[in-house]
């Protein structure tokens, strides 16, 4: 089902004029081609005598009565030969430096004075932008003489039609072989110039000139050849010595002559001269783009229904030619069934491109309609509603300044004179006194800003070493283990995480980092909280602490030098979780946990914040070792929710508050939310120094003459600390590592935010506190 306004691609060439009326269908896939109209001259439009602009006046009446283009937008072609097309590389520059840039090229590239043309550009599809920087964009100027623009508008401004954008013939050409046979969408991709897409070759004859563009979809190149429909009817006429209009005959039915090869011979030259001028334009440009692959040549226009135009360009271009059969993206069986549509299919290609232009998805969509042609449109039709806008609104003052004299009148009396007076000047006072009061009010608003601003200064500085203790204090310790003193607890089973690097970006807009992804990384989040928060209730810990009875059978089996056993595919499961559903094994199987007053749903959580919440993502790239046996379904990506990110989500830090005294502060209140593993690995077994190993030495007695019953130098090997070989520890030690990374939303909250946060709260609480007293009594009294 077709939508939204229609749009009518009109295409005056030197033998027909040609329209095409399309819409977009709903799905945005389909166009929906709904009218067409071919209308042929009865001389063509280059014979001496025709009176060519008589002849597009008439075509465009005939076209005007057989159509209604009432409500319709209006997109017309312009030839070529005409226009200007200019592509250069922009530096990268900021976005908003593109059109300085542009306007200095124009300068350098239109030759011509710029109030002499009409020109427009646009950045060519494939161009990106990195943090408001524009790169690799290749933007392509289009200009035309002001005096022929004007020339190719006259034909509709004497018939009425109302023109909405100008576009030049190939361009139209490129935007209909860029939507409708390209195998890439240009628009929704972006450009590898190492890697080019294939280009097309499209051959557009028309009857003086031959437009031949190339394009890949992101890059462009157009070129007008001198050769056209009627220098096959001008050789003909020299040749076989025939009038024009008899060799125009002959040419369109060839196949059909008596002597079809002696008609065939004639044309011959003409059929070179056309190789030639396509064979060194492609030339010229593989030496402009030598990276550019060509793969086929689209011929286009009725010149290319000459009978064997196209097996001949075929086989002596070595490219393969593709004859239309249809537009593959066009619907709308009425036209498309039409035996006149069918017939001269090939020379609607440009109306195509216009219409896609109008329906707002071509690729490029530039447009070479003078300014003063839209703003005389616009005061045209804004006319009759300023007319009777000025009308109305003289009638109510008329009206209104009535009322208000019948009023006057009715009131005035000599004898209120003295009050009024007296009024006035109390008035005066009071507006004396206001004065002065707003004069005061901005300079106490002046000396609170100021205080703000110092009190800020003090504030701010104290933000990052707050989050940087709040980060220490979520790390997970050993309380066996004093302050400054390292375990001796085997790697593996210490309760201990390590920060390698902290990073923070900051988002004026956090919606943007909260995406589907992170949603999801977040809700395995708050499945773990009632994990634990059920596990407290039942009296166990939030980190389950290591299987005692497995750590001592891998310390003893480690001790006798015997590799410790493989890990079932269960086990290896529970100790090395690395997806969000493996890490939610035991969340899952919790029943639903009813949640405190204080406490926020985490369906409200997990929302997220909006987008007009700004503040910074904090990101700690670290590792640990807590993934062997002992640890059970504790290790990898679970130890880190059950230690980091639950502390990160629901703990606490010691800050000292506004009166230079310690006090407890959470991490919400602190602005820190939405932890989640952003990057998830899977513990791997590497080998680490072994803190405990010293390097061998020769014990004093090898030195000698060797020992009773030795030889000499055959003294026992022996470490620093006097004990045997086979005794010491080895060098390195395999342990399994696991690295993440995590992030957390903060916003900056300062001390004084909170404060007042927690007296509102507080307030709140003693509110409602009061509210249910007063309820209660209520109650007791009924």
């Known amino acids: 089902m077709a939508v939204g306004k229609a749009v009518w691609g009109i295409d005056i060439g030197h033998s027909a ?45 005939e076209f005007l009565s057989r159509n209604d283009i009432r409500n319709d937008k209006v997109c017309i072609s312009v030839p070529g030969q005409a226009g200007l097309a200019r592509f250069f590389k922009a530096p990268p520059v900021e976005a908003k430096r593109i059109a300085d840039i542009v306007k200095y090229e124009a300068k350098q590239q239109i030759p011509f004075p710029l109030e002499d043309v009409i020109w427009d550009y646009q950045p060519m599809p494939g161009s990106h932008e990195e943090e408001g920087i524009s790169l690799e964009t290749e933007i392509g100027i289009f200009a035309m003489k002001r005096d022929q623009i004007f020339r190719s508008l006259q034909p509709y401004l004497d018939t009425a039609i109302d023109v909405d954008a100008v576009q030049l013939a190939p361009i139209c050409l490129y935007n209909f072989v860029a939507n409708d046979q390209l195998t890439v969408n240009p628009l929704k991709e972006e450009y590898d110039p190492a890697n080019q897409p294939p280009s097309y070759v499209i051959v557009s004859m028309g009857t003086e000139t031959t437009d031949l563009v190339i394009t890949n979809g992101f890059r462009v190149w157009q070129r007008s050849l001198p050769i056209g429909g009627n220098h096959f009817t001008k050789q003909l006429t020299k040749e076989l010595k025939l009038t024009f209009a008899k060799a125009e005959h002959l040419k369109r039915h060839a196949s059909e002559a008596e002597n079809a090869k002696l008609v065939f011979q004639a044309m011959r030259p003409v059929f070179n001269d056309l190789v030639t001028e396509i064979q060194r334009s492609i030339g010229f440009f593989q030496t402009l783009d030598r990276k550019a692959k060509i793969s086929r040549i ?4 009725n010149g290319m229904k000459l009978p064997g135009l196209i097996p001949y360009l075929g086989k002596n271009l070595g490219y393969d030619v593709v004859e239309l059969e249809g537009y593959q993206k066009l619907t709308g069986t009425d036209v498309t069934s039409s035996p006149t549509f069918r017939e001269n299919m090939l020379s609607f290609a440009t109306c195509y491109g216009l219409c896609l232009q109008g329906l707002n998805k071509s690729a490029l969509r530039t447009s070479l309609l003078p300014q003063e042609i839209l703003v005389d449109r616009l005061v045209r039709q804004k006319k009759p509603w300023a007319v009777a806008a000025v009308a109305s609104l003289l009638a109510a003052c008329a009206l209104n300044f009535g009322f208000h004299w019948q009023a006057y009148n009715a009131a005035q009396n000599p004898a209120f004179d003295d009050g009024l007076s007296k009024i006035s000047a109390v008035q005066s006072r009071s507006s004396s006194f206001t004065s002065s009061d707003s004069t005061m009010m901005t300079e106490k608003e002046n000396l609170e800003q100021i205080g703000r601003y110092v009190v800020g200064n003090e504030e701010n500085r104290r933000l990052w070493p707050e989050l940087m203790k709040a980060i220490t204090a979520a790390l997970p310790v050993d309380p066996d283990v004093p302050p400054g003193q390292v375990s001796k607890k085997p790697i593996e089973e210490r309760p201990d995480l390590q920060i390698t690097s902290i990073e923070s970006q900051y988002f004026p807009d956090l919606s943007l980092w909260y995406t589907d992804a992170v949603k999801q990384k977040y809700s395995a989040t708050l499945e773990n909280r009632k994990a634990i928060l059920l596990r407290l209730e039942e009296g166990e810990e939030a980190s389950p602490a290591i299987d005692e009875e497995i750590a001592k059978e891998e310390r003893e089996a480690a001790a006798d030098g015997a590799p410790q056993p493989a890990a079932t595919d269960g086990e290896e499961i529970e100790a090395e979780p690395s997806s969000e559903d493996a890490a939610l094994t035991a969340a899952e199987a919790e029943a639903d946990v009813e949640l405190d007053e204080s406490e926020v749903d985490p369906e409200d959580e997990l929302a997220g914040p909006t987008a007009e919440e700004s503040g910074w993502i904090v990101q700690l790239t670290g590792l640990h070792f807590h993934n062997s046996r002992s640890a059970r379904e504790n290790a990898g990506a679970q130890y880190v929710r059950n230690t980091l990110i639950d502390q990160l989500d629901r703990g606490s830090v010691e800050l000292i508050n506004e009166d230079n005294e310690p006090e407890i502060v ?21 080998q680490i120094d072994n803190p405990k190993w010293e390097p061998q030495t020769l014990g004093s007695e090898a030195m000698g003459e060797g020992g009773y019953g030795m030889y000499p130098g055959g003294g026992n090997m022996r470490n620093a600390n006097g004990t045997d070989a086979e005794d010491q520890e080895p060098p390195k030690i395999r342990v399994k590592v696991y690295r993440f990374k995590v992030q957390f939303c903060w916003r900056e909250t300062p001390l004084s935010k909170r404060e007042e946060m927690r007296r509102e709260a507080e307030l709140a609480a003693a509110e409602e506190a009061e509210a249910n007293g007063d309820f209660a009594e209520v109650e007791m009294e009924n």
């Open 17 to 61: 004029v040609k329209a095409l009326k399309c819409r977009m269908h709903e799905d945005g896939f389909w166009m929906v081609a709904e009218a067409f109209d071919f209308i042929e001259y009865p001389n063509p439009l280059n014979q001496a005598g025709a009176g060519a602009e008589g002849l597009i006046k008439d075509a465009l009446r």
């Open 298 to 301: 689209i011929p286009i226009g």
């Open 666 to 686: 959470t991490m919400k209140e602190l602005g820190i939310s939405h932890p989640i593993i952003a990057v998830d690995t899977v513990p791997r077994e590497v």
